[in-house]
Structures are given as C-alpha cells and as structure tokens.
C-alpha cells in the first residue's frame, strides 16, 4: 500500500510563538530542527512511499527539499484543517492509498514509530491516531485518505476524529505512545523531554542543548 506523508507547517515568523523565552530567530532554528528529525524520520521509516511538506513559507519549502521530501508550497498561509484537507487531496490525486498527516514539532519521532503506527492500519478502510498529550491530534493515518472527509485540529481533536470515524463506520485504532505525545508548543513542553537521554542525537536536541534549554 502506498503511504504519503504530509507535514503541513505554517510560515517560520508564525511559529512557536507561545515559547516567550525565545527570540524570532531561535524559534525559527527550533522550528527548522524539529522538521529536519521528522522528515527524516518519515523518509527512512519503510512503510512510507514518500514525504511531502505543506507550507506558504518559501524557507521552509527549500530546506523540505534539501532534505529530500517533495513539497507543497501554498499561495497564502490557510488554517491547518484547510492545509490538511487540501494537501491530502491533492496526494490522493498523485497516487496516495493512504495518508498519514504529521504535525512538524515532534521532537521524539522515529521511523520505527511510524511504522508501528502504520502497522495498526490492518485492512482498509482504517484510520489511527496518535494523540498528544492535551488530547489533540499529532498523527493522524487514514486509509483511503479521504475516508473520514473532515479533519478537526485543535483542542480536543483526537476525540473528534474518533467520533467521525464511528460516524462514517470505518475502523480505528487509538496508538498511544508516549514519545509522539510530546510536542513542543510552550516552555513547559520542553521539561517533558528532558528524560529521554538516548534522543540527543537528534537535530532538536543539538539545538536545545546549544540554546541552553535542557
């Protein structure tokens, strides 16, 4: 089965804006880091066909591409459900049987969780969740991509898209990890990931530890 991934993110002067310890610019590095682990997590994961990042900002679109994903770039900055919808047709269009919509501030992702993750799709239709820690939605797989027609980000949103799912009658299943939980949204957030020493390979740990944030 093939299984596109898209990562949809909004323009670097927009994000984590809600660190306020943060300058613009070390926002945008912690921005860019996090993109490069869960890129390169999707590309080498081996149930993912390929990788697409969704995004109006031009920076964004150029290091998705150095990375060695394919690339959306949106004509203005839209909500996420809208990004979402509209990248996952357009994937569908290109060949997609499935697609697996990843938030970019997952600093704990890896390939071997995507794959887990995508095992849980056992027949089609099918449509897995990873939710984070606040009940949102990290991770979202739907097999065919346009199963459930409509995606509900924001508070709350894992449950919502459990309840489209049961609307619609197609299968679910909830993966409950508690790395791909963990985003980075706030100051707090990155309390969380201090305990976990064996990701400190990663470009979001290289970074943090240089800002002097863990």
């Known amino acids: 089965m093939n299984i ?28 860019k880091a996090m993109l490069t682990d869960v890129v390169q997590s999707t590309l080498e994961a081996k149930n993912i ?17 150095k990375l060695g994903a394919n690339t959306i770039l949106e004509g203005k900055q839209q909500g996420l459900n809208i990004a979402v919808s509209e990248g996952t047709h357009k994937l569908e269009q290109q060949g997609a049987e499935g697609v697996i919509v990843i938030l970019g501030d997952l600093p704990l ?17 099918w449509v897995v969740i990873a939710p984070s820690k606040d009940n949102g939605t990290n991770i979202l797989l739907r097999t065919p991509p346009e199963v459930i027609p409509h995606v509900y ?3 709350n949103s894992s449950v919502i898209h459990t309840r489209i799912a049961r609307y619609f009658h197609v299968s679910y299943t909830i993966f409950n990890s508690p790395k791909l939980m963990i985003d980075i949204d706030t100051s707090q957030d990155l309390a969380l990931i201090k305990k976990y020493e064996t990701e400190k390979r990663t470009h979001t740990f290289q970074l943090l530890n240089q800002l002097k944030l863990l």
Do not use: W
């Open 109 to 125: 992702i890896t390939p071997r969780l995507l794959d887990l993750l995508i095992k849980k799709a056992i027949s089609r239709p």
């Open 153 to 155: 980000y924001g508070s």
């Open 4 to 31: 596109y991934a898209l990562i949809p993110l909004k323009k670097l002067e927009n994000s984590k804006t809600r660190i306020s310890n943060l300058s613009l610019e070390s926002r945008k590095m912690l921005t």
């Open 49 to 65: 066909t390929e990788t697409f990042v969704m995004s109006p900002d031009q920076e964004i679109v150029t290091l998705a591409e």
